[in-house]
């Protein structure tokens, strides 16, 4: 699977949009990403999966760029139980039976 | 939606004690996964299974055994639970079988301490 790499930590107002980066300069052509989040203490919610076309969902917005080294997850109205670490993954679908590995991830904080 | 119900949020069992989890998903998923996680070292996968009465090994099987008899519900055993194996477990469940790009989706986690 790519590396992928986020900044550690952003802030948002709430009710304004949050733009979730994420580089991926490795990927390769048939690797997909996938989005997710985590909220303290609970499971892991899956968000948004893409391969190169835009993706919208009722949580969020998947865009990648053109070249598909980077993406951007973006939640068009930030509310403050958005708040969660946020994980970007790049993986190849070479059977689904197979473990999810999770970085570090980004902290967004939403802010009233 | 995608619903993985985990039997307790919180769980507190003493050492030696055999020790049941149970997963329940309800989207007909082929797949089910009991991971645990750690502050500093991620998520790490116990076992996995790809089909009723089939299981497969993950990174960390040593202390665990699991059971699906039904396609919907996929247990974690500890047969004499021990101290370290305090941790946060998580179940998840995945459509698809052979290559497939459909993501997997979590329970809430069972936090479980040993005394």
């Known amino acids: 699977d790519a590396k992928t790499t986020q900044p550690p930590s952003m802030d948002c107002a709430e009710g304004r949009a949050a733009n979730l980066p994420c580089n991926h300069s490795?990927?390769?052509?048939?690797?997909?990403v996938y989005w997710y989040r985590q909220i303290h203490s609970q499971g892991p919610q899956y968000i948004i999966h893409?391969?190169?076309n835009n993706e919208t969902n009722e949580m969020a917005s998947l865009i990648i760029t053109e070249d598909r080294k980077s993406s951007t997850l973006i939640l068009p109205h930030a509310t403050l139980r958005d708040t969660a670490v946020y994980y970007c993954i790049v993986r190849a679908p070479r059977g689904s039976a197979r473990q999810l590995t999770f970085g570090s991830g980004t902290q967004l904080t939403v802010l009233p | 939606d995608v619903k993985v119900t985990q039997s307790s949020r919180y769980l507190v069992k003493r050492t030696g004690e055999k020790v049941f989890l149970e997963c329940v998903q309800d989207m007909d998923h082929e797949n089910m996964f009991w991971y645990r996680q750690d502050p500093g070292l991620g998520l790490r996968l116990i076992y996995f299974s790809y089909d009723v009465k089939m299981k497969e090994k993950g990174d960390i099987p040593e202390g665990y055994s699991v059971s699906r008899e039904k396609k919907e519900r996929f247990s974690l055993i500890l047969e004499s639970a021990s101290t370290n194996q305090t941790s946060m477990y998580l179940c998840?469940?995945?459509?698809?079988?052979?290559?497939?790009?459909?993501?997997?989706?979590f329970g809430d986690g069972t936090r479980l301490s040993i005394l």
């Open positions: 490795t990927i390769s052509g048939n690797e997909y």
């Open positions: 998840a469940s995945s459509a698809g079988t052979g290559y497939s790009n459909q993501p997997q989706h």
């Open positions: 893409g391969l190169k």
